[in-house]
């Protein structure tokens, strides 16, 4: 399993390009996860796309590696099942995007992935699927990540559970999120509804999972909007 946070620098320059970036990861991990998800003897037939076929690859290496023997048809493999978590398999990853100033301003998605495969399988892998990216587990963002004292959560525990018209106690219950609190002096109750509905993107402040809400016209909002964001709008 992944024991280590992984960076993905893609030079996103703004926060469009870094939720860009978020739905790539997605569309690559989601493919890893289907392989996890999958009944421990799999039909090679039944695998599409390159990220399943990378995967698939690392997994045959490891295998050969430990002496492991395939059936004879060649047809036919073990994959270790690997938990998803509740919810989404997206539930099952954190993906923090940071700010790293040097040598240029750009933002770094940070990936922690507990049940996910091995950290150099998992590096391999992104750098096929991502080549125009930049894979680590050395990076200011990934210290920042772990000091949780700032970047903002794009995918995280309970994420997709709250992502709907929900409650301030609700949010707190129901995913990792530590506090909801909201901005110019917005007192809230734990009975107060919130619209969260598709988009929510807690900060690591001070070692909390903190959620930022704002009054609209139609009541409380996330304080950061997917209509905001170009790329999410799209999404």
């Known amino acids: 399993m992944t024991t280590r946070p ?6 996103a320059r703004d926060l469009a390009a870094a939720e860009h970036l978020v ?5 690559v991990l989601g493919a890893v996860s289907e392989c996890g998800a999958e009944p421990d003897v799999v039909q090679r037939s039944s695998w599409q796309g390159a990220a399943a076929k990378a995967y698939r690859a690392s997994v045959e290496r490891r295998q050969r590696r430990q002496g492991g023997r395939w059936a ?18 997206e539930d099952a990853y954190v993906i923090s995007t940071h700010v ?7 933002f770094v998605a940070v990936l922690n992935w507990p049940g996910g495969p091995a950290v150099e ?3 391999a892998i992104l750098a096929d699927q991502l080549p125009q ?23 995280y525990p309970g994420r997709t ?13 129901d995913s990792v999120v530590d506090a909801v609190e909201g901005l110019a002096g917005i007192s809230l109750e734990p009975g107060d509804a919130l619209d969260l509905t598709g988009f929510a993107r807690p900060v690591w402040r001070e070692g909390l999972c903190v959620l930022l809400v704002q009054r609209s016209a139609t009541g409380l909002v996330p ?8 790329c999410c709008s799209d999404h």
Do not use: C, N, W
Request: without cysteine.
């Open 223 to 230: 304080f950061e909007m997917r209509h905001q964001i170009p």
């Open 100 to 106: 790293v100033r040097e040598p240029t301003g750009r």
């Open 72 to 89: 004879a048809s060649g047809r036919r493999f073990r994959i270790p099942k690997r938990p998803l978590g509740a919810g989404q398999s």
């Open 133 to 155: 990216a930049y894979v680590t587990p050395d990076s200011p963002a990934i210290d920042e990540a772990a000091a949780r004292t700032a970047g903002r959560l794009a995918r």
């Open 6 to 11: 992984l960076a993905v620098d893609a030079d």
């Open 23 to 27: 739905h790539r990861l997605d569309e």
């Open 121 to 123: 399988e998992l590096t």
């Open 161 to 173: 559970a709250i992502e709907t018209v929900t409650t301030v106690a609700a949010v707190e219950a």
